[in-house]
T-cell receptor
């Protein structure tokens, strides 16, 4: 149980392109979903937290107009990196959680490369 | 400032060895401590610990929490090459960003044949 699917796993695109990443909880209802960014050899950095049907809460320093998050249903959240530039290249990981006292389960991540 | 500190940062052992990974924390409004294993992709959940002194076990892996000393350990017995990964410790607190996780930097474990 507790499977989280993230798609796509790899994106390579030109600077200025907008990229959409999907995160789905396959066998449970995700009240809350989280989006992280991970740089090489570093730990996960929380970008934003979203509850179904509400606006996302962004961490300090994360541009909400740059990283658009939608959590329209209990099983799907999307992260759109708008007008991506090379400095946005990174490993993006989503996680999902049911109730507040349950662990977060992670998707497989999306490696984004902006040329 | 909330923080989670893992040690050692990296560890090289041989198959069959037993290893102990450490995690200490200073976090306000502690709720639970979680261990994850990260190989090439995203972290996979291992354990969630909420109460002190109760060991959680899964096969060759076990973990325990000491809420008085603000410390947890993850033990792996009879290590195998497939145990090679980064092991992440994370603490969940009440409040803040709706109970988000505060991660340590991880312990990179390499198991040699």
């Amino acid at each position: 149980g507790a499977v989280v699917s993230q798609h796509p796993s790899r994106v390579i695109c030109k600077s200025g392109t907008s990229v959409k990443i999907e995160c789905r909880s396959l066998d449970f209802q995700a009240t809350t979903m989280f989006w992280y960014r991970q740089f090489p050899k570093q730990s996960l950095m929380l970008m934003a937290t979203s509850n179904e049907g509400s606006k996302a809460t962004y961490e300090q320093g994360v541009e909400k107009d740059k990283f658009l998050i939608n959590h329209a249903s209990l099983t799907l959240s999307t992260l759109t990196v708008t007008s991506a530039h090379p400095e946005d290249s990174s490993f993006y990981i989503c996680s999902a959680r049911g109730q507040a006292d349950q662990p977060q389960h992670f998707g497989d991540g999306t490696r984004l490369s902006i040329l | 400032e909330d923080k989670v500190v893992q040690s050692p940062l990296s560890l090289v052992v041989h198959e069959g060895d037993t290893v102990t990974l450490n995690c200490s924390y200073e976090v306000t409004n502690f709720r639970s401590l979680l261990w994850y294993k990260q190989e090439k992709k995203a972290p996979t959940f291992l354990f969630m610990l909420t109460s002190s002194g109760i060991e959680k076990k899964s096969g060759r892996l076990s973990s325990i929490l000491d809420k008085k000393e603000l410390f947890s350990i993850l033990n792996i017995t009879a290590t195998q090459t497939g145990d090679s990964a980064v092991y992440l410790c994370a603490v969940m607190n009440y409040g803040g960003s709706q109970g988000n996780l505060i991660f340590g930097k991880g312990t990179k474990l390499s198991v040699k044949p």
